[in-house]
């Protein structure tokens, strides 16, 4: 009898042969040769490859049956790394851990492994704090928790337009972080001179000058006028970068859909979009929710002394992305303080049924996350009745 992944085979390789050879094949041969096939692909090579990436050189270690078979070094270039693999005959597994070049090995090196694996550096204990560490012994030991099933991958895209548009809303929100630090470096600079700067002087350079002509004191003038080149240059920088991700974001419509929910503007909506990357990345909502920082972790350990287990504790995770999560409680804190709209119903019938208000606004959240992603998935606008 033909098992079933037998006879999925059976049926392609039928057509094939009934089409080449212009008759019906015999079913011994055709089962013959399937179970040659299936030999020669269990018994083919199997490497499983750590990588421990440098910007000057990558520590390869090559796993076969649980042995370690061979060690390169070369430097970190796609030509070096891919003579590596080339050179391997057999199916390939690559691992390397998240890091600023994983993105861009990814894009040049998926086609030349059968899987390659960005892991999650938090999770790989064994690299971090068992024995003695430096870059091969490093990447011994992914390979070995690669052989294991034992990595949690990180996502990312194979496309590059995508991920410039992700490069370019990390270098904005970068140069705003950095234009907040020259703002609060100018107050500070003027508190310890016992001065108090109104805040139309900060940013209008009109303001500036007429307030820096009026002050007395020299050195506080001196101090301002350089601290104020570099918050200038910042804003500038700013400019440039909104204007880039922008052009970016033109290509994709569900951005401009996003655009229309309460408390969703270009920059949410353009940043949601380019950490998510693809919607059908998570199984369920509960996974999409957990990544996005508004999902909850459930905690329970032990039972008490009758015998029955302790209460469970729920919290939301800690380890997530800090500019996704913003994005995310911006929009849902924007969405209640935004008119009469059903995110803001929502949120007074939480509060109504005796739910406090941090919980209420969490939900909320959730609940817009739960409608992107359905508008992404269906490629459809927002509809305020199906709220």
Known sequence: ?????????????????????????????????????????????????????????????????????????????????????????????????????????????????????????RRNKLISSEGDR???????????????????????????????????????????CDAVRHINKIRACCRMHGVRIPRKVVRNNVHRHEWLSGLNNRVLKAQLQMLWIGYDATKEQVEIAKRQFSSYARKYPVIKYWCKLPGVGLIRAATIFAYLDTPWRFKN??????????????????????GRPKPVHLRLPWAVNGRLKNAVIGAATSAIGHGNNGFKNYYERMLSNGIIPTNAKHSVARKMVSTMSAMWKTDSKFDKKRL
């Open 285 to 306: 909502r509960a996974k999409l929710y957990k990544y996005c920082g508004v999902g909850l972790v459930r905690i329970t350990s032990g039972k008490d002394k009758n």
């Open 134 to 176: 430096d870059d091969r012994i490093d990447s011994g030991k992914l390979a070995a928790l690669l052989r294991g099933n034992f990595l949690k991958a990180v996502h990312h895209t194979d496309d590059g337009h995508r991920a410039n548009l992700k490069h370019w809303i990390n270098l904005y929100h970068d140069r705003v």
């Open 1 to 121: 009898m033909l098992n079933y992944q037998e006879l999925k085979d059976f049926k392609k390789l039928a057509n094939i042969f009934n089409e080449d050879m212009k008759r019906p094949a015999s079913l011994s041969i055709i089962r013959l040769i399937i179970l040659t096939l299936m030999r020669k692909e269990s018994l083919m090579a199997t490497y499983y490859i750590g990588a421990d990436v440098h910007s000057n050189n990558t520590e390869l270690a090559i796993e076969q049956r649980g042995k370690i078979v061979a060690r390169y070094s070369v430097p970190t270039t796609i030509t070096a790394i891919s003579t590596v693999l080339d050179s391997l005959q057999g199916r390939k597994i690559l691992a390397i851990e998240e890091g600023p070049m994983a993105g861009w090995l990814y894009r040049n090196l998926n086609n030349k492994v059968e899987q390659f694996i960005v892991s999650e550096p």
